[in-house]
């Protein structure tokens, strides 16, 4: 143990039951609830984005939740310094902050560090992202192996970053990310817990939880959406789970059923995708916990009382 204040971390795939647990300890702790999930700071998706309703949102302080307009982009570098000051906030007013959420690079931003990567000159990543999948990953190979060996061929994305980071700056992307900086992990004690329940229960609480959405103002939530002109077409509040699918159904494209169908598949691969990265990515010290969640899982932290 060290004298480092507190922070709390819940965190695993959407639905799992994060944000009951996080109030809960928040209740009984004094605490308070700070968003770690990258759809819920957009205040204009509280329903598609399952945050937590208003009334759960007075019963205890909670920070980062819809604070960010949908004009605007919030990248894991500025959550992970909007963070920084309510975990600060939270520790000067003598409250625990609790860190709730399934944006696994908001939080590995926060603990560890972002990587000082220059800015990436625009000739040089027009050329990369234009380049065929094939080719991309062959000139990798050539100037950046390592990255070539870690990445999976069909990450195109991530292929393309690592290409376009050593061509503009000189230095492989795996050089800078080993320059991070700006973490807390060294400056809190961390609780953290990680909620993997059973798949099948998850994914059943995905669909039920979809359903509910439709029914109770996420349709109207996208058309608010879609009818404002200042957001731009790719802005990651259009993009996210439920957006296009309800998008698709107001223009007339596909019927409620399908748009339905659509946004509950999305739901389940991204659920999949989070289950995976919070089973493999963080420390292998992190207590994985695959019971149903429920008050029990207090327990874990001892300072709850």
């Not at 480092?4 to 109030?23: E, M």
């Not at 996208?222 to 790719?234: E, G, H, M, Q, S």
Request: glycine share 6%; net charge neutral.
């Amino acid at each position: 143990m060290t004298d480092n204040p507190k922070l709390a971390l819940i965190a695993g795939p959407t639905a799992s039951g994060k944000s009951a647990l996080a109030i809960a300890l928040a209740e009984r702790t004094g605490g308070t609830v700070i968003n770690a999930d990258s759809a819920q700071v957009y205040r204009d998706l509280r329903i598609l984005s399952a945050r937590p309703p208003a009334e759960d949102e007075a019963s205890v302080p909670h920070r980062l939740f819809g604070y960010i307009d949908g004009a605007e982009s919030c990248s894991a570098a500025r959550w992970a310094a909007d963070a920084r000051a309510e975990i600060a906030a939270a520790h000067a007013a003598g409250s625990l902050p609790i860190l709730v959420g399934g944006t696994g690079l908001y939080i590995r931003t926060l603990l560890d560090g972002i990587a000082p990567v220059p800015a990436i000159d625009p000739t040089i990543r027009e050329a990369v992202r234009a380049l065929p999948v094939a080719e991309a990953r062959a000139a990798l190979t050539r100037e950046d192996p390592g990255a070539a060996r870690r990445l999976a061929p069909a990450d195109t994305t991530r292929v393309a970053r690592a290409l376009e980071v050593v061509r503009s700056t000189g230095r492989t992307l795996a050089q800078w990310q080993a320059a991070r900086e700006g973490g807390i992990a060294d400056r809190v004690t961390l609780t953290p817990l990680i909620l993997l329940p059973d798949r099948e229960w998850l994914f059943a609480r995905c669909d039920a939880r979809l359903a509910a959405m439709f029914d109770e103002g996420g349709i109207e939530e996208v058309r608010a959406l879609l009818a404002r002109t200042d957001i731009p077409n790719d802005a990651p509040v259009r993009r996210a789970i439920g957006v296009p699918e309800i998008a698709a159904m107001l223009a007339g494209k596909i019927d409620r059923d399908e748009a339905l169908d659509r946004a509950r598949l999305s739901t389940r691969q991204y659920a999949k995708r989070q289950y995976t990265w919070f089973r493999n990515q963080p420390p292998a010290d992190w207590p994985r916990e695959t019971r149903t969640p429920s008050a029990d899982l207090l327990d874990y932290f001892s300072f709850a009382g």
